[in-house]
């Protein structure tokens, strides 16, 4: 069973933007703490941004830092990966992750996350 449904991929030019979402299947997780995580081709998986679920706290890679941006609609029980200015290095395919353990901190990408997505490819073109 699908626990984490991202949508929001696709094909970009650079310089583009594009908005995944990340919805949970069957349960709420406002105070969980959502990451995103990509993993591109031959490469190992990197942790992009991060949502904590006590404070809101959000948390990013280096390489994606002024980029992209994480929310959360309490309404929606949706998370959202805003990205903009996209470049070629961003081609991956992108997984959501949650972990009731809604604390997150500066080791965010490290967190032994319980649930996760199938994943949403994002190519992006030059």
């Known amino acids: 069973e699908v626990q984490l449904v991202e949508s929001g991929g696709g094909v970009v030019q650079a310089g583009g933007s594009l908005r995944l979402s990340c919805a949970p299947n069957?349960?709420?997780?406002?105070?969980?703490?959502v990451a995103w995580f990509r993993q591109a081709l031959g490469k190992e998986r990197e942790g992009v941004s991060c949502?904590?679920?006590?404070?809101?706290?959000?948390w990013y890679g280096d390489s994606v830092k002024g980029r992209f941006t994480i929310s959360r609609d309490f309404a929606k029980n949706t998370v959202y990966l805003q990205m903009n200015n996209l470049k070629t290095e961003d081609t991956a395919v992108y997984y959501c992750t949650a972990d009731p353990q809604g604390r997150a901190g500066f080791l965010w990408a490290a967190l032994p996350y319980k649930y996760w997505g199938e994943g949403t490819s994002v190519t992006v073109s030059s």
């Open positions: 949502i904590s679920g006590t404070d809101g706290s959000t």
């Open positions: 069957g349960f709420n997780f406002d105070d969980y703490a």
